[in-house]
């Protein structure tokens, strides 16, 4: 019992460290999703400019989600017209550049992997981006459009369909502080949390796990910690394989990133290990029914591409700056519970939780957690027709329509 005690007591280590950074982190995205609603988003990505590609990762950030949910929704947005590879950007940013996201990292391994996570994630939305250009044909691409309007089930559909934010006119903060827009803020947060929660709960057993269970000579062996070239060559390219096999998506993969880091993994191969949370086999078999088998083997090898690339530009970047910390000082939490900042900031975000969830409970919320795994919703009529257009067998001088 004791080797099942030890891991469990990291888990709760690592749960009491990062608690008052998710809720934080869904509160924002809460408030924003409360006043934008869906249509808006798939009306402002209609082409792949680096305009609207940095569009779409601004409201993918702003609109953090479970990777199942980013996924669906990205298939989503797709539907009611939406660029492929600005859908695609919009998914890796509201998975991949998140706040809460940022401020876990910084809390468990250090402000300098959050600092890598921001300029990593653009980099990846870059060449994923432009390796899509080259290769998605107009054939390939009405291919995934024809297939994503059969409109087959993945995971978290119903929730991904929802669109509470607050209807009518008015400005930001007048939609948000009225009773609709707290009621609005209220269903968003707790159904991300329930999207979440699941991966968040795998990530954290495992770590808790894998840290008391693992010898770090294993990891210290697989990532070559005594050579230190090829220790930087081989985690970029082993990080998202590692990701791959793990099923642990979203969030729930950074308390795992934790424990690969002091085992040895390169700094750069941390950052591809997390951006691999859309490359997980559950995932790829959603992509499989969503867009088709060749768009997912598509996807599957330009994202591997591009999360490699992105994990050693910032191994470079970060080496050559002298910011990357130093591995000995990793440690993995095992202090628990004690009366310290994180207990305080704990108490008073659980209580703003707490208000959030009484709201939702009051105002249908038990209904609506119903229907987060309902199936997919219609879109609207043309939504195939979208797929075609601008293809570069429909139009010359233009390559990618996704």
Request: charged share 15%.
């Amino acid at each position: 019992m004791e080797p099942i005690r030890h891991a469990l007591s990291i888990t709760a280590s690592m749960t009491w460290e990062i608690t008052w950074a998710l809720i934080l982190g869904f509160a924002l995205s809460a408030v924003v999703q409360a006043v934008v609603r869906t249509s808006t988003v798939a009306r402002l990505l209609g082409d792949h400019r680096p305009r609207t590609l940095a569009v779409a990762s601004l409201l993918g950030i702003a609109s953090s989600s479970c990777s199942y949910a980013a996924v669906a929704l990205a298939r989503s947005l797709f539907r009611r017209g939406a660029d492929f590879t600005a859908a695609m950007a919009f998914q890796i940013a509201s998975t991949n550049l998140v706040v809460e996201l940022g401020v876990i990292l910084a809390l468990l391994m250090g402000w300098q992997f959050t600092a890598a996570e921001f300029v990593g994630g653009p980099v990846m939305i870059a060449v994923l981006a432009l390796l899509l250009r080259r290769l998605m044909s107009g054939r390939l691409l009405r291919e995934a459009g024809a297939q994503a309007d059969r409109g087959l089930a993945g995971s978290m559909e119903g929730h991904a369909a929802m669109d509470m934010a607050v209807p009518g006119e008015g400005s930001f903060a007048r939609r948000l502080l009225s009773p609709q827009g707290f009621t609005a803020t209220s269903h968003v947060f707790v159904m991300e949390w329930a999207a979440i929660i699941r991966d968040l709960a795998a990530g954290l057993l495992i770590a808790g796990a894998i840290a008391a269970w693992v010898p770090d000579s294993f990891w210290s062996a697989f990532f070559f910690e005594g050579h230190p070239l090829a220790g930087k060559l081989w985690g970029p390219l082993v990080g998202p394989l590692v990701a791959v096999v793990s099923f642990v998506c979203s969030i729930g993969n950074v308390p795992l990133a934790v424990v690969l880091w002091k085992g040895g993994i390169s700094f750069g191969g941390v950052i591809s290990f997390i951006f691999a949370d859309l490359l997980i086999l559950p995932i790829l078999n959603i992509y499989r029914k969503y867009y088709g088998r060749r768009t997912a083997l598509l996807l599957l090898g330009t994202c591997y591409v591009a999360m490699v690339a992105a994990g050693y530009l910032v191994e470079l970047l970060f080496g050559a700056l002298g910011l990357i910390p130093d591995q000995a000082d990793a440690t993995v939490p095992t202090e628990g519970i004690s009366w310290n900042y994180t207990t305080v900031l704990n108490i008073v975000f659980l209580l703003l939780a707490a208000v959030l969830l009484v709201r939702f409970l009051r105002t249908g919320g038990r209904r609506m957690l119903g229907m987060m795994g309902g199936a997919p919703v219609g879109e609207p009529a043309g939504a195939g027709a979208r797929a075609t257009a601008g293809s570069p067998d429909d139009a010359p001088g233009n390559e990618v329509s996704g």
